[in-house]
C-alpha cells in the first residue's frame, strides 16, 4: 500500500500553529490568492459581534488578554525573514503550498474579533507599517478587515490616515440590507445606523472594498427583498458621495460555528453580485 500523501494546504485551512507565534500568523487566503500575513489584535477573543458564519471558537482558552506591540513587531519580522528565505516553505503545512501561492499578497489586521476594538491600534497600524517598508514590501497593502462599527472613534481615525499615507486599504463588512438580517447574520444589537454612517464616512474619505458574506440558516434564505435592500445601501454609500473600490461577495468556505449556517450556491451568490453590478462597481465573486 502506498503511504498517504499529506492532504495539501488550501483555502479552507487556516490552520495558525507556526513556531510560538501569538499575534502575527500567515494564511493561504482564496480572496488574495497568495499568503496572506495576519495580525490578530484579538488573542482575547473578544469581539462586538456574535456571527453565526464566525469559525473561532470562543468557548476555549484564550493565549493572551492583551498585544504586546513588541512581541508583534519582533513575530512579524520573523516572518517575513521566513518568506523572504523561503524557509517558510519548508515547513508543514506550508509544504504542501503551490508554487503559485507562495507570495506575499498582503498584511491583514485580521484574527479573532474586531481589531479596532484594540486601544493601540493606531501604534499597532505604525509599527506594521515600519516593519513592512524595512522588508522592502512596500507595494504589499495593508488591509484592515473591520465590521466597521467603531470607525467613528478618534484613535481608530488616526490608525485609518496611518494606512492611507502607507496605501492600506479598510476591507468593511456589510452582510445584509436590512437591520433584522444584520442582527440575524451579525449576531449582534450594536446600532444599525451607526454601521451605514460610518461606511458612508469612511468611503467619503478614501475608496473602501465592501465585504458581503452571504449564506442561509436551516430555516431561513435571504431572499430577493433582503438582497434588494442591500443593494439600496451600497447605492446610498454613493449618493453620499463615497467611493467603492470593489465589492467582494463570497459564502462560507470553512466550517462555521454555527451548524445551521449552509453555504449558498454560485448562482445565488452571482444574482446578489448583479445588485452591484447594476450600480457601476466592480465585483469578485468567491463561491
Known amino acids: 500500500m502506498s503511504p498517504t500523501r499529506p492532504r495539501r494546504l488550501d483555502f479552507r ?6 513556531w510560538d507565534f501569538r499575534v ?25 459581534f456574535d456571527c ?3 469559525q473561532v471558537d470562543r468557548s476555549g482558552p484564550t493565549l493572551a488578554r492583551d498585544v504586546d506591540l513588541e512581541r508583534l513587531a519582533d513575530e512579524l519580522d520573523a ?9 517558510l516553505w519548508d515547513r508543514p503545512p506550508f509544504d504542501t503550498t503551490a508554487a503559485g501561492l507562495r507570495v506575499v499578497r498582503d498584511l491583514a489586521f485580521a484574527g479573532d474579533g474586531e481589531p479596532t476594538a484594540f486601544s493601540g491600534f ?33 484613535g481608530v481615525r488616526q490608525g485609518l490616515r496611518q494606512l492611507d499615507a502607507a496605501g492600506g486599504r479598510i476591507w468593511a463588512k456589510l452582510d445584509a440590507g436590512t437591520e433584522a438580517w444584520y442582527q440575524r447574520v451579525d449576531g ?3 446600532p444599525w445606523s ?31 427583498d433582503e438582497r434588494d435592500a442591500w443593494g439600496e445601501r451600497l447605492a446610498e454609500i454613493l449618493e453620499a458621495g463615497g467611493a467603492i473600490d470593489q465589492v467582494q461577495v463570497y459564502s462560507v468556505a470553512r466550517t462555521p460555528m454555527d451548524p445551521t449556517v449552509q453555504a449558498l450556491p454560485l448562482a445565488e451568490l452571482e444574482d446578489i453580485a448583479d445588485r452591484a453590478r447594476a450600480l457601476g462597481l466592480a465585483v469578485e465573486v468567491t463561491p
Open 13 to 18: 485551512d487556516h490552520r495558525r500553529e507556526l
Open 24 to 48: 502575527v500568523y500567515p494564511v493561504i487566503s482564496r480572496r488574495a490568492r497568495g499568503l496572506s500575513v495576519g495580525i490578530n489584535l484579538n488573542p482575547d477573543k473578544a469581539c462586538n
Open 52 to 54: 453565526p458564519y464566525c
Open 79 to 87: 516572518l517575513l525573514r521566513h518568506v523572504a528565505q523561503g524557509t
Open 122 to 154: 493606531a501604534d499597532a497600524v505604525a509599527r506594521v507599517i515600519a516593519i513592512r517598508d524595512a522588508h522592502g514590501l512596500h507595494d504589499v497593502p495593508i488591509n484592515l478587515l473591520t465590521n466597521a462599527t467603531l470607525l467613528h472613534r478618534p
Open 188 to 190: 449582534t444589537r450594536f
Open 194 to 224: 451607526r454601521v451605514l454612517a460610518n461606511l458612508a464616512q469612511a468611503a467619503q474619505e478614501r475608496p473602501i472594498v465592501i465585504q458581503s458574506m452571504w449564506h442561509s440558516f436551516d430555516d431561513a434564505v435571504p431572499g430577493a
